[in-house]
């Protein structure tokens, strides 16, 4: 089976910088879309940014000019590299990916256990 395993949260305060990372292991024929997503106390998830297997990125306009997303498609693995934190970011960030795990069968979503974001002010 396919697990997908985030790294790099924590606590941090205002302006400072993280980076979270996601692996992908398991059975994979092919990585379509890897994203991540947020979901703060109260609040919905939301989808944060997301890059396609051909390296195109979009952002939610929150995180604009301030968060970058990332792909080594070599290591199966997504990053997201957070500058100049605010306290609203704080929240628990998941991976997700689009896994082909069998031939000729479309790919499947799967995500992370997720990872603890916080920011003080």
């Known amino acids: 089976q396919v697990q997908l395993v985030e790294s790099g949260g924590g606590l941090v305060q205002a302006g400072e910088s993280l980076r979270l990372s996601c692996a992908a292991s398991g059975r994979i024929i092919r990585i379509n879309d890897m994203a991540w997503y947020r979901q703060a106390p109260g609040k919905e998830r939301e989808l944060v940014a997301v890059v396609s297997s051909g390296g195109r990125t979009n952002y939610v306009a929150s995180v604009k000019g301030r968060f970058t997303i990332s792909r080594d498609s070599a290591k199966n693995t997504a990053y997201l590299q957070m500058n100049s934190l605010k306290p609203e970011d704080t929240a628990i960030y998941y991976c997700?990916?689009?896994?082909?795990?069998?031939?000729?069968?479309?790919?499947?979503?799967?995500w992370g256990q997720g990872t603890q974001v916080t920011v003080s002010s």
């Open positions: 997700k990916a689009q896994i082909m795990d069998r031939l000729y069968s479309p790919a499947n979503d799967y």
